[in-house]
């Protein structure tokens, strides 16, 4: 049996975790052999692949808003429930591709489903966890980073045999982890639909303070690129570190996020608290962009310890600014709409991720240890501004009652 400290009891939280950790695998599946499989085995050309997926991260922008108004009118959980079954017959769906036409439709289709998963499974998270749900929503994080690694080591089984048959038996075994999660949807509780109220439809697009605050949080975001694209090519291509540490350079950060996402979120539970998790997650990034950047000035022994404290800080950033942007995110939306702010914050993050390869690719490759400087330049840049964006957010808030305290759930149908 998996202790209580790893797996919470039986219940929702329970449910809500082993969803979480089918769902990651199935993404950390993709995200690390959804190339391969493209280029390897349906034959599309690298730049039509990159191509489609950025065409498909843009759309699921657009439609992440709209899947928020839905949940806050329909209720959280059909939304969440469609997301994982859509993906299940979109992933499936990839043993179908033969050409660039079927795999644009069937990838936007199941890129958007995975970013309307996001988007429902925040309010449910609040409505689980009730008064501690930052708590529970560090818990999620650490639950998908560990689910990330399970299906990266799944992809590197099919990668190191590199067939056609070990290639589609990974996707095949995408599309049950979603039908997994799915299942473990139906043990969730089903919170009612928000009730609506009188007066413009898109208020949080029309709500400058919290798009200032995702905006900041969105800039902080481009952290997430740095260990999955420019860490991995600079380490390669500048530096005489061993090649080992590529891989060395995830383990250390997942297993970091794992051990203290949960225990540094705890007092993360007010605005202006985040809006200090992120000052100081600004920081921490800064300087340990800063350290991998000289990671190419040092002999291979150095150059691996120096990368590892590089590591270890960014790791440290990047929980701060997870912790700061979920909590800023939940409490400054309004309940009666906190679907629609969830979608509009996720904007942010989702640009952030969508152009900081591109970015990071030019400025940490194109110009070197200046290059670093420059991003490490931009997140302190950003966690400075993030207090005080807080601050103002906050005080134009026009409810009292913060959405993470949502009422007990109804039990389950």
């Known amino acids: 049996m998996i202790p209580s400290a790893i797996l919470p009891e039986p219940g929702p939280r329970r449910a809500l975790a082993l969803l979480t950790l089918a769902s ?29 997926l950025s065409a498909a991260g843009l759309v699921a922008l657009v439609l992440g808003v709209l899947a928020g108004r839905l949940a806050d009118r329909v209720g959280p959980w059909p939304v969440l429930l469609a997301s994982l079954l859509v993906s299940a017959a979109a992933t499936a769906a990839f043993l179908l591709v033969d050409g660039i036409g079927t795999f ?8 958007v489903a995975q970013g309307v998963l996001l988007v429902a499974r925040g309010p449910l998270i609040n409505t689980i966890g009730g008064t501690s749900a930052q708590e529970l929503r560090a818990y999620v994080r650490a639950v998908t980073n560990v689910g990330i690694t399970v299906g990266a080591a799944l992809a590197g089984w099919a990668v190191q ?29 089903r919170p009612a639909p928000l009730p609506s109220r009188p007066g413009p439809t898109w208020t949080a697009l029309r709500d400058r303070p919290y798009l200032a605050v995702a905006a900041l949080d969105g800039v902080l975001s481009i952290q997430y690129r740095v260990l999955t694209v420019a860490v991995p090519l600079w380490i390669i291509g500048h530096t005489d570190a061993p090649r080992w540490t590529v891989s060395g350079a995830v383990v ?19 605005p202006r608290a985040a809006g200090r998790a992120m000052r100081r997650a600004g920081a921490t990034l800064g300087v340990a962009s800063t350290l991998i950047a000289c990671v190419s000035l040092v002999p291979p022994h150095q150059a691996v310890l120096l990368l590892a404290a590089g590591i270890v800080l960014h790791s440290l950033g990047e929980i701060w600014q997870a912790a700061g942007g979920f909590e800023l995110s939940n409490d400054l ?21 969508s152009f900081a390869p591109a970015l990071l690719t030019w400025l940490c490759l194109g110009y070197g240890v200046p290059g670093w400087l420059t991003v490490g330049g931009l997140f302190v840049a950003a966690g400075v501004l993030a207090p005080w964006a807080a601050r103002h957010a906050e005080a134009t808030r026009t409810h009292r009652v913060p959405a993470k305290a949502a009422p007990d ?5």
């Open 24 to 52: 990651a695998t199935a993404k950390g599946i993709f995200l690390t052999s959804g190339v391969l499989y493209f280029t390897e085995v349906v034959d599309l050309d690298a730049l039509d692949v990159g191509l489609g």
């Open 104 to 111: 644009v439709a069937v990838v936007v289709v199941a890129v």
């Open 161 to 189: 045999l590199d067939t056609t048959g070990a290639y589609r038996l990974l996707v095949a075994a995408d599309s049950v982890f979603f039908l997994v999660a799915a299942a473990l949807a139906l043990r969730l509780p």
């Open 252 to 270: 250390l950060n997942t297993a970091l996020v794992v051990l203290l996402q949960v225990r540094l979120s705890r007092r993360v539970d007010t």
């Open 333 to 353: 939306a309004p309940p009666h709409a906190l679907g629609q702010y969830l979608g509009v914050f996720g904007i942010g993050m989702g640009l952030a991720e």
């Open 409 to 413: 759930p109804a039990p389950a149908a």
